[in-house]
């Protein structure tokens, strides 16, 4: 049981746009920032979008971060078939005094 | 380009100490102001931080795993390494070491490749 609570799946057809959702509480997302994580098959994690929205060197801009409240989301826009990876997302917990993370969410292209 | 390198054995016996090795390359670890961490992640599974190293008066550990870990850093060698104490089945898992760093966000932007330790007799 994941503190924070993604989607275990989503799927979207080529060139579409999805979004993957990441609920929270006050001590993790609604007090600290949200990070998103791409995991490609039998890789290691890759930072995706730091401090909520921000986007790191390199990284594509189809890719957005935003966040409400206890809430954030993450949207990939034009999706292709190499988007298919699982998506963490990931923050501060100031009540464990840890990081946490979401459970991850399966993305497929259609 | 930094790099990390994570390395130990692969098979660890129910009850004993599993220990792994992170080698940082293309910095130092004594340079800047970095979390040195591990992550964890059982097949199949998510993700699952166990803590990491900022001083040796600054750890943190999963509050899960607290009372088995500890996580050390040598800066003659350049690595920091994990210990988990009274292993079983359940902390079989890909291990991760990561760099982490805080920019009005804590997040890990260089990671090691993984590797798989098996808990087994």
């Known amino acids: 049981q994941s503190v924070l609570t993604q989607p275990p799946s989503v799927s979207e057809a080529p060139r579409q746009r999805v979004t993957i959702s990441c609920s929270g509480s006050?001590?993790?997302?609604?007090?600290?920032?949200v990070n998103w994580y791409q995991q490609l098959p039998g890789k290691a994690p890759k930072l995706l979008i730091y401090?909520?929205?921000l986007l790191p060197s390199g990284v594509s801009d189809r890719f957005s971060g935003s966040k409400s409240g206890t809430s954030a989301s993450l949207a990939i826009s034009g999706l292709q078939s190499e988007d298919e990876a699982d998506y963490y997302c990931?923050?501060?917990?100031?009540?464990?005094?840890?990081?946490?993370f979401g459970g991850g969410t399966k993305l497929t292209v259609l | 380009q930094v790099q990390l390198q994570e390395s130990g054995p692969g098979l660890v016996k129910p009850s004993q100490t599993l220990s792994l090795t992170c080698t940082v390359s293309?910095?130092?670890?004594?340079?800047?102001?970095?979390?040195w961490s591990w992550i964890r992640q059982p097949a199949g599974k998510g993700l699952e931080w166990i803590g990491r190293?900022?001083?040796?008066?600054?750890?943190n550990y999963n509050p899960s795993l607290k009372s088995r870990v500890t996580i050390s850093v040598d800066t003659s060698k350049n690595q920091f390494s994990l210990k988990l104490s009274s292993v079983t089945a359940a902390d079989t898992a890909v291990y991760y070491c990561?760099?982490?760093?805080?920019?009005?966000?804590?997040?890990?932007?260089?990671w090691g490749q993984g590797t798989l330790v098996t808990v087994s007799s």
């Open positions: 990561a760099r982490a760093r805080y920019s009005g966000s804590y997040y890990f932007d260089y």
């Open positions: 293309g910095g130092s670890i004594s340079s800047g102001s970095y979390f």
């Open positions: 190293f900022y001083t040796s008066e600054s750890t």
């Open positions: 006050s001590s993790n997302i609604g007090n600290n920032a």
């Open positions: 401090y909520d929205d």
């Open positions: 990931a923050a501060w917990d100031d009540s464990l005094n840890g990081q946490v």
